[in-house]
């Protein structure tokens, strides 16, 4: 086994298991020539039997998202048994367990996350990515209090772009939408719309709106759309989850008209930000200065290295060295 670690031993330093989804398990690590602490999702290919080409499809989206409140995918190593992803830590661990050690969040902090999540899903729809499994399980935290979105394996990116409609029934039943589990064809971008009004029900009252071990009440207390509403739910709150929580699709509310919803601005005055703050076309001549040094090439020739964006050791080094110039810490290399 020692050879299938060989090229990732090269430069990280792998610590403890943090957890384990399904058919991967996450370990953290240390980056060694920047001294960064990195996630690696480790897979078993033979394992991975037919959900090989989820991690592909995963792969394939997370090079393409760019976002601070989506989870950073550094470098992909794959050798002849197993595939690394090295990703960005999160060591606040899943939202789902910093709600149920609060039991529920106030408004105000409900509000703060729920921006996060509305900032990270409007990029995504807006590039043509569906997410088709928005859970509080697939949301992390980082030492910044920042939600990181998690789990690409069942993105879709419709060829014919958000308009196509899809068929594959996936996700967590308690935040599929009504049409989803009907089994009719669907948009993955409203499917994503009333899991967010499960997440942010989540957020508000600690518990699901929509629940029961018998997976066939639960489908039709979905289908139904009735759901309890405490008294401790402001009006406002009322109004956001009956836009999203909106058993007709073609009634239920888009991610651009939240981004300026009065919820969503209460308290705060503007709306979601959601385009990128990672600028991938230009370079960072911080770093590319320290990497050619350091590698003894030419800046030109650096450049042309990095602008390939192979997600090797390179694109990992490039995007830990701006991660620590953005957090203030020295742009070096070890
Ligand atoms: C229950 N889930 C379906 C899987 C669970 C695995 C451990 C993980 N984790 C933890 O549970 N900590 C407690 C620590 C931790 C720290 N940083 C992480 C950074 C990235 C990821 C990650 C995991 C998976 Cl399966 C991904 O596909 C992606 Cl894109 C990213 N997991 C992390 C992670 C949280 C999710």
Redesign the pocket.
Known sequence: VVEEYSEVARHYRIKET????GF?K?KRAVHLPTGEIV?I?IMDKAALGSDLPRVKT?IEA?KNLHHHHI?RLYQVIETSRKIFMI????SG??LFDYIVQRDRLSEGESRTFFRQIVSAVAYMHNLGYAHRDLKP??L?IDDEQNLKL???GLCAKPKGGMSDHLYTCCGSPAYAAPELIAGKSYMGSEADLWSMGVLLYALLNGFLPFDDDNIGMLYRKIKAGKYDTPDWLSPDSLILLKQLLQVDPKRRITVDKLLNHSWITNDIGVPVEWHSKHQMSVLDEDVVTEMSVHRKVSRETMKAELEKWNYDYLTAAYFLLLKKKTSGRPVRLQ
């Open positions: 943090v957890g384990s989804g991967a996450v996630a999702k995963e997370m989870c990703l960005e830590y999160c661990g899943e399980e697939n992390l998690i789990d690409f």
